[in-house]
């Protein structure tokens, strides 16, 4: 069973920082592009904050260039993202994303709470 766990999520205030993880399991193809998105209070969408490919390669939101870090340990099929200089818009439920194998299926996590005051 395939399952993406999320941590690190919390209440911090503006110009603080968190670092969130997530792990995958379970998961035997290998796993391409891992990323996270997150959904802000009384929006419907997912918006991509930052996602990472299997090599390395790393792609951000402009909303969050130069504060916002992602980074993956493949031997643990993990990602984190480092969150600085967090501001009031950044809170959202954080949700982890893997897209695996060659016909690029999608799992989610459930998701991990991040609310910045100001």
């Known amino acids: 069973q395939v399952q993406l766990v999320e941590s690190g999520g919390g209440l911090v205030e503006a110009g603080g920082s968190l670092r969130l993880s997530c792990a995958a399991s379970?998961?035997?193809?290998?796993?391409?592009?891992m990323g996270w998105y997150r959904q802000a209070p009384g929006k419907q969408q997912r918006e991509l904050v930052a996602e990472i490919t299997s090599r390395g390669s790393t792609n951000y939101a402009d909303s969050v260039k130069g504060r916002f870090t992602i980074s993956r340990d493949n031997a643990k099929n993990t990602i984190y993202l480092q969150m600085n200089s967090l501001k009031p818009e950044d809170t959202a439920v954080y949700f982890c994303?893997?897209?695996?194998?060659?016909?690029?299926?999608?799992?989610w996590g459930q998701g991990t709470q991040v609310i910045v005051s100001s």
């Open positions: 379970g998961i035997a193809l290998s796993i391409n592009t």
């Open positions: 994303n893997a897209i695996v194998g060659i016909y690029a299926l999608n799992y």
